[in-house]
């Protein structure tokens, strides 16, 4: 008779060594196998016409579950951040399963996990998915690695038919006139489309006319957008990491040749032709929208609205004014649903959406997390991820994803790895693919006491939310007893709840068990009422940022260039002054120096640009030398992936 766990499933039973993550992967799903998909959303809660199998390992999850159990009470909600890591990673997605596994099949919870769609960026470049590691991990790791169920497809798709929109109407605005526009726009006199009379109520045109009922200058209003080329700032992306694309110029073919509008006759032709840029797709302000979105309405509301440059009067153009925003949210409707997966304990996961947290806000859906709070229950317990440190994961998570959300976490788990501790204390540089030096793999508690200070200081900042907060030292095999202790010592000396650690990549949900409960007495403990922003957004934009710059990163202060200076103005011109900020910055440092570890003092932020993201509802200041699409490295990832061609096994990854 096969053992099972405290909700019934197969006890998991780990080998030792443990295997490469995809090998636990496999041993899982042939040698104890998955959950039926629909059995485990049964399970869960979900009925059989909210969910979309994809597969047999995958199902997309209907938002009509929240709208089912809008009255029943939300579960605990807890956030999994990090310290400031290093090349390798410290196990946060791994420690968000781990701890989901724990709370569900050794205490016997009812538990969700809510992470990030991982993008195919890092899965072929150095840092690998983002399924979690060894025993904690989201099963077929292989299928959630690799296009799951089209999410980030289809936002690269959505994002590419606006950059489309965006060259093609400069094309033909550059070239014809008023007239000529609005005769194409509206040929025959054919009816406006729902759209564009979206931008008819916008100009104060009265919508219910017929396009020859407008005068002579509402209909130039109407067909002439009028950019200012200078003031665009939407770009192209794909979901690769390629530096080459960083800066590129479109429109040099020899079809892409205009004669200019107002030329006198016999002028020549003029190649139309721009300096842009590409973005990785998770940067991509699509993206942001589906993590932000509450529901398929609120997702054609801030597509639509998604600004992407300025008229040469200073007027935000909209997706919506270029004519896209329904079209967009069509290459969206599926996107909007989370998918749900399993670990390797069966613990049910919601996988769904996919920021980087240092170009981009950083964390999985509202929706994902509205979903599993309501599944759980009262009791339940709802484990979501905020992606790097947590001076931009969490801190992201609490004054953006939690503001428009209205959700109130109970607990911030912060892991911290001896490893990363050592590096902050002063320790040789970590890169990936490299061996350790001898410092990190031997005793070395000088480096680990002076390290310290990084979590320490993460810590202070969660609790200034006004949350409960225990720290994860996620286990290494190297680690020591009187390392452990000086790291479990230095956060109850910070106001941690508890320190724990965790062995959950190793042992699974039983390797987390004294973790999970740790989280459990903590949330017990919590008063949501104490729960509080950072900042109001009332504030200017510089106050905000100086705020983010002062209170989370520890800086004497924020310098702009012109740029920024100028960006300011335009933003709090056109009445997006009073939105939240997400600082783009590097993930390993508490400054903009990648290289000033611990905790780095006597610094400034310089912010180099800000990006408007009204659809999303934020503003983006990027600062320091951060690039919105990363590079390979010399050996990448992709050397090691390969395929069985005999079986269709996927090999080598990870």
């Known amino acids: 008779m096969t053992e099972t766990n405290a909700l019934g499933h ?104 809510c992470i990030r769609q991982p ?134 073919g020899p079809k892409e040749t205009i004669k200019p509008r107002g030329a006198e006759p016999g002028t020549a032709k003029v190649q139309h032709d ?72 069966r613990t049910p996961v919601l996988v769904h959406a996919g920021p980087f947290a240092n170009i981009a806000t950083g964390n999985s859906s509202i929706v994902a997390d509205e979903i599993a709070l309501k599944l759980v229950g009262k009791d339940g317990f709802v484990v979501t991820e905020a992606g790097f440190g947590a001076d931009i994961g969490m801190e992201k998570f609490f004054n953006i994803k939690c503001r428009y959300s209205g959700l109130k976490p109970k607990c911030a788990v912060i892991v911290a790895t001896v490893r990363a501790l050592k590096m902050h204390g002063g320790g040789p540089a970590v890169s990936a693919g490299k061996p350790l030096a001898t410092e990190y793999v031997q005793e070395n508690t000088d480096l680990v006491a002076k390290g310290v200070a990084n979590l320490v200081k993460h810590i202070q900042n969660a609790k200034k939310f006004g949350v409960n907060v225990v720290v994860a030292i996620n286990k290494f095999k190297t680690d020591t007893e009187a390392e452990i202790e000086i790291v479990r010592k230095a956060s109850l000396e910070a106001g941690a709840y508890d320190a724990v650690m965790s062995n959950h990549w190793a042992e699974g949900g039983a390797g987390a068990a004294k973790l999970a409960e740790a989280v459990q007495k903590a949330c017990e403990a919590n008063d949501e009422s104490n729960f509080k922003f950072l900042y109001d957004v009332n504030k200017s934009i510089k106050e905000k940022i100086e705020t983010i710059s002062r209170e989370i990163y520890g800086a004497d202060g924020v310098d702009y260039s012109e740029v920024a200076e100028q960006q300011i103005s335009q933003y709090e011109g056109a009445g997006f002054g009073n939105l939240p900020i997400c600082i783009a910055k590097t993930q390993y440092s508490f400054s903009c120096d990648a290289y000033a570890k611990g905790v780095p003092t006597g610094f400034r932020i310089f912010v180099r640009e800000i990006r408007s993201c009204a659809g999303a509802g934020f503003l983006y200041p990027i600062c320091g030398d951060i690039m919105t699409i990363p590079g390979l490295p010399t050996r990448p990832g992709f050397y090691d992936v390969d395929i069985d061609v005999e079986t269709g096994e996927v090999m080598g990854l990870f």
């Open 10 to 113: 197969p006890v998991l039973k780990p080998k030792t060594p443990v295997p490469s993550d995809i090998e636990v992967s496999k041993d899982i799903v042939k040698e104890v196998g998955l959950a039926d998909i629909s059995q485990l959303a049964k399970e869960a809660g979900i009925l059989d016409n909210e969910i979309y199998p994809w597969g047999i390992a995958k199902a997309k999850v209907s938002l009509g579950v929240k709208d089912r159990l809008k009255d029943s009470p939300d579960g605990n909600y807890v956030v999994v951040t990090g310290i400031n890591p290093t090349p390798l990673g410290e196990g946060k997605s791994t420690t968000t399963i781990g701890l989901a596994q724990a709370l569900g099949a050794i205490l016997g919870k009812k538990c969700f996990a």
């Open 274 to 345: 721009r300096d842009t840029g590409f973005d990785i797709t998770v940067a991509s302000e699509v993206m942001a929208v589906l993590a932000l979105a509450t529901d398929l309405a609120d997702l054609r509301e801030k597509l639509g609205a998604m600004v992407v440059g300025y008229s040469k009067a200073g007027e935000p153009i909209t997706a919506d004014d270029l004519g896209c925003g329904g079209a967009l949210t069509v290459l969206m409707k599926d996107a909007i649903m989370p998918t749900l997966m399993q670990t390797v304990e």
């Open 119 to 252: 993008s195919q960026g890092p899965t072929f470049g150095i840092k690998g998915g983002a399924a979690g590691g060894g025993y904690a991990q989201v099963v077929p790791m292989e299928e959630f690695n690799l296009h799951l169920t089209g999410d980030i497809h289809a936002v690269t798709a959505a994002n590419n038919l606006l950059a489309a929109a965006i060259d093609t109407r400069l094309f033909h605005e550059d070239s014809q006139s008023d007239e000529a526009l609005f005769r194409r726009l509206c040929p025959n006199n054919k009816d406006f489309s729902a759209v564009m009379k979206r931008r008819l109520v916008k100009l104060g045109i009265d919508a219910n006319k017929k396009p020859n009922e407008l005068t002579e200058e509402e209909k130039s209003k109407f067909a002439r957008l009028d950019f200012d080329k200078e003031s665009i700032t939407w770009q192209r992306v794909l979901d690769t990491c390629d530096r080459h694309l960083r800066r590129v110029r479109v429109g040099v």
